[in-house]
């Protein structure tokens, strides 16, 4: 069947845009998820809220493509059906401290038009441990050192403020557009913990004029790969586009309604502005990307390369649906208004769409980080009310099955602790592996891994995965 394909470009003067946004960590989710909202509001509200795109590491090179470009890139929705191939024009800058100086980076930060530092610098990039700033981390080590020239997200965004203060600049707000829970207490956290280290003073100052909302975030953005370039160059009239970014048609976006500032026109985008983002965020951490790390773990370990391929396998599809509503939904309080097995079913379909090449193995990137809010949280309320949850064991299991078979194979593991757990994945198994890692009080909290319930059941699905196999482990505990 032919394709549809619907074209949406800027519908606002571009050049009427200020650098009012500055958005760290401007990568694939950043370019398709905050920037598409920010450019449909302006489309039907107007304004000035350009942005700057920054990124502290690597990515200088997509920076200056991206300013080559003239600050315009191309998102590709997909589905079975249709395509809506979207010009983003809301860019208006880039900065790299490697490639334009740190102090260009601050002093943008403290520039008068400045209103958002927006993020998308994943998990690992708040630099916490517990839900607290992790004073022996490298990054945070270094800059506390030498603060005015700053290398982690934490300390460029204190020592911008710091900046901003003594500019004499109103404060701004820092929206987190992470995916984790409670993003903005987290950043919050993290940078006020940061700058009391530094001066007490810009602490109280932080603390009285910036604000930092969470928010709820959802849409799968599959790195790029070749297929993705592909669709981009016949989209193009067969030109590269670097910055270009293949996605899903769906997005949501749940933002707590405290800005500092003025507000730019994310609700207008088709935001949902809240007093209360948790139980959002609880409900998509739990059941879609719980089920998305449940499917990495198990689904690349059977060989299973996409979630669309999971999806068309009927015990992997089952497993999903049966981990969201059997295993997940009884951790999850109501919200008015969502029916959650409608939210599963949809989900599932969204899992399925072929033309979104949603790699397992890069849902598997920084797993360590991400099993709290995923799994353990929802394992945890289980434990205690005492409702079955054979599913989320094995995809517990199964993280630490695909660390071994990595380790085994002399593969690289994309994880912060990666280290650390390929080194215990090769002088142990079985048992022994399972109770080691089981004790990471970086991963697992104390009253979890004191949990004798909790350990046999990983232990045991651990087994069971040996056993039988990862598909043949899945498909003994589900459901006739």
Same mark, same amino acid.
């Given at each position: 069947?032919?394709?549809?394909?619907?074209?949406?470009?800027?519908?606002?003067?571009?050049?009427?845009?200020?650098?009012?946004?500055?958005?760290?960590?401007?990568?694939?989710?950043?370019?398709?998820?905050?920037?598409?909202?920010?450019?449909?509001?302006?489309?039907?509200?107007?304004?000035?809220?350009?942005?700057?795109?920054?990124?502290?590491?690597?990515?200088?090179?997509?920076?200056?493509?991206?300013?080559?470009?003239?600050?315009?890139?191309?998102?590709?929705?997909?589905?079975?059906?249709?395509?809506?191939?979207?010009?983003?024009?809301?860019?208006?800058?880039?900065?790299?401290?490697?490639?334009?100086?740190?102090?260009?980076?601050?002093?943008?930060?403290?520039?008068?038009?400045?209103?958002?530092?927006?993020?998308?610098?994943?998990?690992?990039?708040?630099?916490?441990?517990?839900?607290?700033?992790?004073?022996?981390? @490298?990054?945070?080590?270094?800059?506390? &050192? %030498?603060?005015?020239? *700053?290398? $982690?997200?934490?300390?460029?965004? !204190?020592?911008? +403020?710091?900046?901003?203060?003594?500019?004499?600049?109103?404060?701004?707000?820092?929206?987190?557009?992470?995916?984790?829970?409670?993003?903005?207490?987290?950043?919050?956290?993290?940078?006020?913990?940061?700058?009391?280290?530094?001066?007490? @003073?810009?602490?109280?100052?932080?603390? &009285? %004029?910036?604000?930092? *909302?969470? $928010?709820?975030?959802?849409?799968? !953005?599959?790195? +790029?790969?070749?297929?993705?370039?592909?669709?981009?160059?016949?989209?193009?009239?067969?030109?590269?586009?670097?910055?270009?970014?293949?996605?899903?048609?769906?997005?949501?976006?749940?933002?707590?309604?405290?800005?500092?500032?003025?507000?730019?026109?994310?609700?207008?985008?088709? &935001?949902?502005?809240?007093?209360?983002?948790?139980?959002?965020?609880?409900?998509?951490?739990?059941?879609?990307?719980?089920?998305?790390?449940?499917?990495?773990?198990?689904?690349?370990?059977?060989?299973?390369?996409?979630?669309?391929?999971?999806?068309?396998?009927?015990?992997?599809?089952?497993?999903?649906?049966?981990?969201?509503?059997?295993?997940?939904?009884?951790?999850?309080? &109501?919200?008015?208004?969502?029916?959650?097995?409608?939210?599963?079913?949809?989900?599932?379909?969204?899992?399925?769409?072929?033309?979104?090449?949603?790699?397992?193995?890069?849902?598997?990137?920084?797993?360590?980080?991400?099993?709290?809010?995923?799994?353990?949280?929802?394992?945890?309320?289980?434990?205690?009310?005492?409702?079955?949850?054979?599913?989320?064991?094995?995809?517990?299991?199964?993280?630490?099955?695909?660390?071994?078979?990595?380790?085994?194979?002399?593969?690289?593991?994309?994880?912060?602790?990666?280290?650390?757990?390929?080194?215990?994945?090769?002088?142990?198994?079985?048992?022994?592996?399972?109770?080691?890692?089981?004790?990471?009080?970086?991963?697992?909290?104390?009253?979890?891994?004191?949990?004798?319930?909790?350990?046999?059941?990983?232990?045991?699905?651990?087994?069971?995965?040996?056993?039988?196999?990862?598909?043949?482990?899945?498909?003994?505990?589900?459901?006739?």
């Amino acid at each position: 069947m032919q394709e549809t394909i619907i074209r949406a470009n800027p519908q606002f003067d571009t050049a009427a845009l200020r650098p009012r946004i500055l958005h760290i960590g401007f990568g694939g989710f950043a370019r398709a998820h905050p920037m598409v909202y920010l450019q449909e509001g302006m489309n039907k509200a107007d304004g000035d809220f350009g942005v700057v795109a920054v990124r502290l590491n690597s990515g200088a090179e997509e920076l200056t493509a991206l300013d080559e470009a003239g600050h315009s890139y191309l998102i590709a929705e997909m589905d079975a059906e249709t395509v809506t191939a979207r010009q983003i024009g809301v860019v208006v800058g880039t900065c790299h401290p490697k490639r334009d100086g740190i102090d260009t980076l601050l002093d943008l930060i403290a520039s008068e038009p400045m209103a958002i530092i927006s993020l998308t610098i994943t998990e690992k990039g708040y630099c916490v441990r517990n839900g607290h700033l992790d004073l022996e981390n @490298k990054g945070i080590i270094a800059d506390l &050192a %030498n603060p005015e020239e *700053p290398g $982690t997200a934490i300390g460029v965004i !204190v020592e911008g +403020l710091s900046r901003r203060r003594e500019a004499g600049r109103d404060g701004l707000t820092v929206l987190s557009c992470d995916n984790q829970p409670d993003n903005g207490k987290l950043a919050r956290a993290a940078v006020l913990s940061y700058a009391h280290q530094r001066d007490t @003073k810009l602490a109280d100052w932080i603390d &009285a %004029n910036v604000s930092f *909302p969470s $928010t709820m975030v959802d849409r799968v !953005v599959p790195a +790029l790969d070749d297929y993705g370039r592909g669709v981009l160059r016949s989209l193009n009239d067969g030109k590269e586009d670097d910055n270009g970014i293949v996605c899903e048609p769906f997005r949501q976006w749940v933002i707590e309604d405290d800005f500092a500032t003025a507000r730019p026109p994310f609700e207008e985008g088709g &935001a949902m502005m809240t007093d209360d983002v948790r139980p959002f965020e609880m409900m998509k951490l739990r059941m879609l990307n719980g089920a998305h790390t449940f499917l990495a773990m198990l689904g690349s370990l059977s060989g299973l390369e996409t979630v669309s391929a999971c999806m068309e396998d009927e015990v992997f599809r089952k497993a999903a649906r049966q981990l969201m509503l059997d295993e997940q939904r009884p951790t999850l309080p &109501a919200i008015e208004g969502v029916d959650l097995e409608e939210y599963a079913d949809a989900l599932i379909q969204r899992f399925s769409n072929p033309k979104l090449k949603h790699r397992t193995s890069q849902i598997a990137w920084d797993t360590s980080q991400k099993l709290p809010q995923r799994l353990l949280h929802g394992i945890a309320e289980n434990v205690e009310s005492s409702n079955p949850w054979p599913l989320l064991a094995l995809a517990v299991a199964g993280w630490i099955r695909f660390v071994k078979v990595t380790a085994d194979e002399g593969g690289k593991l994309t994880d912060p602790l990666s280290e650390e757990l390929l080194a215990e994945a090769k002088d142990y198994d079985g048992d022994q592996l399972v109770d080691r890692i089981l004790s990471n009080e970086a991963i697992f909290d104390e009253q979890l891994r004191r949990e004798p319930d909790f350990r046999s059941a990983i232990t045991g699905a651990y087994r069971y995965i040996v056993e039988k196999g990862p598909r043949g482990a899945v498909r003994a505990v589900l459901k006739e």
